[in-house]
């Protein structure tokens, strides 16, 4: 059975997603029966819209996702690294890291325009701070004891870098990005909702616009189970790569 208690709270729902539909006190207009979503996404399949869709989004969101990552790492080593620099950039980060990245779309639009740049941009802003922020932490998280044996041992700075401080940071990385990865997903919807001509929160839109409630729904289901999906992919890989020896990551 505890295997089917997760799915027993989903269940529950679409059924009274279905009674509460059938019953006519909200109009089959504003809450689509379950089966008439269900038909939609299957249209859409076929039709190739909704795979379209999907893979837009799944490749914006990747780009930006592998930019956060390349971005936030390499900050988080030159900080940690040169703590003047952290005392010069400590302020602007601060500020940047308050700013919602959705409030920053009017601003991007103007600059970028309505397009891929402007996509990139919000999850590069949504997602880069949990990456720096956690890996900054993990580089400095070296106990006294290695930093004794490192001395002790007469390590290079090379060997003392890729042995001691990035073993020492793996964990808090690894929370850093799966938290990071997140905030890319809903940043990138957030994004396609105010300022894209194709992706999942495209669909979403234009289906309101089309006055489609039953697509919207599809649009709304499709991100929250890729979103999860993914999540789950990202936790499994991550547990079978790196419980072993960093169970701490495991949370």
């Known amino acids: 059975m505890r295997y089917f208690r997760p799915l027993l709270t989903p269940v529950l729902?679409?059924?009274?997603?279905q009674l509460l539909a059938?019953?006519?006190?909200?109009?089959?207009y504003l809450l689509p029966p379950p089966l008439t979503v269900l038909h939609s996404a299957v249209d859409m399949w076929r039709s190739g819209e909704l795979p379209q869709h999907?893979?837009?989004?799944?490749?914006?969101?990747?780009?930006?996702?592998?930019i956060s990552c390349s971005l936030g790492m390499l900050l988080a080593g030159l900080v940690a690294r040169f703590s003047w620099l952290e005392q010069l950039l400590s302020a602007p980060l601060a500020l940047f890291r308050m700013i919602p990245p959705l409030a920053m779309t009017p601003l991007l639009i103007l600059w970028l325009?309505?397009?891929?740049a402007t996509q990139l941009s919000?999850?590069?802003?949504?997602?880069?701070?949990?990456?720096?922020?956690?890996?900054?932490?993990?580089?400095?998280?070296?106990?006294?004891e290695h930093s004794e044996l490192a001395v002790a041992l007469n390590l290079s700075?090379?060997?003392?870098?890729?042995?001691?401080?990035?073993?020492s940071a793996v964990p808090s990385t690894v929370t850093g990005v799966r938290l990071a990865f997140g905030y890319s997903w809903r940043a990138l919807i957030g994004a396609e909702l105010i300022a894209a001509a194709s992706g999942l929160g495209y669909l979403i839109?234009?289906?309101?616009?089309?006055?489609r409630t039953d697509a919207v729904m599809v649009g709304i289901l499709t991100i929250g189970l890729i979103g999860w999906l993914l999540d789950a992919l990202f936790y499994q890989a991550m547990a079978k790569g790196l419980s072993r020896r960093f169970p701490e990551v495991i949370r």
């Open 113 to 116: 325009g309505i397009g891929e």
């Open 13 to 17: 729902v679409v059924v009274y997603w």
């Open 157 to 167: 700075p090379l060997r003392y870098l890729f042995f001691i401080v990035i073993p």
């Open 22 to 28: 059938s019953s006519g006190v909200i109009s089959a």
């Open 54 to 66: 999907i893979a837009t989004s799944l490749a914006r969101v990747f780009e930006g996702f592998f």
């Open 205 to 211: 839109v234009d289906s309101q616009e089309m006055m």
């Open 122 to 144: 919000i999850i590069v802003l949504a997602s880069i701070f949990p990456i720096f922020l956690n890996a900054r932490d993990g580089l400095r998280r070296v106990s006294p």
